[in-house]
């Protein structure tokens, strides 16, 4: 599956946006999907995971501010941000597999996500 994140930008501090990742392939509603972050310097890390089946987990860091989600008639994941804090600025990449654990099999390109002060 190809994967090709998009909705990133600069915003300001409490203010919202909504990323999106379209996927290839006809077999969408099979794979468990995800949303990490990373910066310059620092490791890659897990944000939110929607499941095949629909079920949501997210990292403490945005608990109740993100919502993942995820329109397997339209092969496409979400990620709705609100609330941001600088501490969100980072490029978001979104990953697909296949199994429910382990390591993710597809990642798409990352988009920038600004938030500034």
């Known amino acids: 599956v190809q994967l090709q994140a998009s909705g990133g930008g600069t915003v300001e501090t409490g203010g919202s946006l909504r990323l999106s990742c379209a996927a290839s392939g006809r077999t969408f509603n099979l794979y468990h999907m995800g949303w990490f972050r990373q910066v310059p310097g620092k490791e890659r890390d897990f944000v939110a995971r929607?499941?095949?089946?629909?079920?949501?987990y997210y990292a403490d860091s945005v608990k109740g501010r993100f919502t993942i989600s995820r329109d397997n008639a339209k092969n496409t994941m979400y990620l709705q941000m609100n609330s941001l804090k600088p501490e969100d600025t980072a490029v978001y990449y979104c990953?697909?597999?296949?199994?429910?654990?382990?390591?993710?099999?597809?990642w798409g390109r990352g988009t920038q996500v600004t938030v500034s002060s």
């Open positions: 929607v499941t095949s089946g629909g079920s949501t």
């Open positions: 990953t697909a597999r296949k199994q429910l654990i382990g390591e993710y099999d597809y």
